[in-house]
C-alpha cells in the first residue's frame, strides 16, 4: 500500500512566520502534489512537482513555495504566513500524471 | 472547460438502503477518472480508477460505472460505516492536473 506521511496533522503558527509543511512518499512516486482544502471550495492546488528539484505552480501559488531535493519529499513552505492560509492541508503522490493520486491525512493549519 | 459536477450534495439513507451518487464530466479524451472516500479530518482515500466507458469496478458495496458523460458510484445495502463525503476527479485534458467534483457526503441511518 502507498503510504503518504504528512510531519503534523495540527499545527498552529502566528502571522508573519515562516511555515514548513513536509511530506513524504514511500513508493518511489515520480509526481508529488499539494493541495489545500476548504468548506464550499473543495480541494485547490498549490503546487506540484513531476521530478526532482522541478517544480509547476498549481491554481493558487500566491504566498507559497515548494522544495523537493529528494524524491520521496515534497516540503511547501508559507514564506509569510496569513490568516487566510487557515486551512487544511493535504499532500499527494502519484506514479505517473494520470494515474490515481494516493493522499495523506492531511495537515490542519491555523494561523493566528 | 473541462468540469467535473457531483450529485446530489447529501445524501441521507438509512441502513440498507441502496442508492447511487452521480458524477458528470466534461473532459475531451478522458484519461481515466477517480473515485475516492474522505471521512472527516482524514484525506481522500483512493478506491477506483475507470478509463473506458461500460467498464465497472466493485468494492464490497461499492460499484463504480462509467459512461461517455457520467459516472455512478453505487451503495448497496450501505452501513454507517459507509457514511462519508465521496469525492470523483478527472485528469485535465491539457496538464492531467485533477479536478475534482464537490463531493457528495453520505450519511447512513442505522
Known amino acids: 500500500d502507498v503510504k503518504v506521511t504528512q510531519s503534523s496533522r495540527y499545527l498552529v503558527k502566528r502571522t508573519g512566520e515562516k511555515v514548513f509543511l513536509e511530506c513524504v512518499q514511500d513508493?518511489?512516486?515520480?509526481?508529488m502534489f499539494w493541495y489545500r482544502q476548504d468548506p464550499g471550495l473543495g480541494l485547490r492546488l498549490i503546487y506540484f512537482?513531476?521530478?526532482?528539484?522541478?517544480?509547476e505552480k498549481g491554481d493558487i501559488p500566491e504566498g507559497y513555495s515548494v522544495s523537493r531535493e529528494k524524491k520521496e519529499r515534497f516540503s511547501l513552505i508559507l514564506e509569510s504566513a496569513s490568516t487566510n492560509q487557515t486551512s487544511m492541508y493535504l499532500c499527494?503522490?502519484?506514479?505517473?500524471?494520470?494515474?490515481?493520486?494516493?493522499f495523506g491525512d492531511g495537515t490542519r493549519l491555523s494561523i493566528l | 472547460e473541462d468540469q467535473v459536477t457531483q450529485s446530489p450534495e447529501a445524501l441521507r439513507l438509512q441502513e440498507g438502503e441502496s442508492s447511487s451518487l452521480n458524477c458528470s464530466y466534461t473532459?475531451?479524451?478522458?484519461?481515466?477518472l477517480f473515485w475516492y472516500r474522505q471521512d472527516p479530518g482524514k484525506g481522500p482515500e483512493f478506491l477506483f480508477t475507470?478509463?473506458?466507458a461500460g467498464e465497472e469496478k466493485e468494492k464490497e458495496r461499492l460499484k463504480a460505472t462509467l459512461t461517455k458523460k457520467e459516472s455512478f458510484l453505487h451503495i448497496t445495502a450501505p452501513k454507517p460505516e459507509d457514511s462519508a463525503t465521496y469525492l470523483c476527479?478527472?485528469?485535465?485534458?491539457?496538464?492531467?492536473?485533477?479536478?475534482f467534483g464537490q463531493g457528495t457526503t453520505l450519511q447512513v441511518k442505522p
Open positions: 499527494a503522490s502519484s506514479l505517473g500524471v494520470y494515474q490515481p493520486q494516493h
Open positions: 475507470l478509463y473506458s
Open positions: 476527479a478527472a485528469p485535465r485534458s491539457n496538464t492531467g492536473k485533477l479536478i
Open positions: 513508493m518511489d512516486h515520480e509526481n
Open positions: 512537482s513531476y521530478d526532482v528539484k522541478m517544480k
Open positions: 473532459v475531451s479524451g478522458l484519461r481515466g
